[in-house]
């Protein structure tokens, strides 16, 4: 049990530097540079968070999870960015980052918005994610 502590503890140390080399962009910067065509928001929570909470409204909805198992969408996304910087939110931050530092390690501009709540505290725009249909019985 000790050293499974311990290994969460260095895993979170790990994940606390890579989120420290990415750069932080305040909410209303990037809905400024999305607006100017510079950047592209990407909002990297999951369908069900983004149902329960809805989005920014310029966000891509691209989830963590699709750029953890094979990045089905995420590999189209990449190749058709044509140099735009990709800022990064999801709820707090965090997936953001670790997302965001394997980005920048393969030589994208990428930037870190941090959370929904920083968006929607900015007063910046959001938009509702339609429920999943139900499987026809």
Known sequence: MRRLRLAFALLGTIAATWAAELPRMAPATAAKLVAEQK??????????????????QPAVLLPQSDFNQGQAQWKPFLAALGGKQVILYCHSGRRAAIIGEALASRGFNVANAGGFKEWTSAGLPV???????SPKK
């Open 39 to 56: 950047a592209v928001l990407v909002d990297v929570r999951e369908p069900e968070e983004w149902r329960a909470t809805g989005v920014a």
């Open 127 to 133: 938009r509702r994610i339609a429920p999943a249909a």
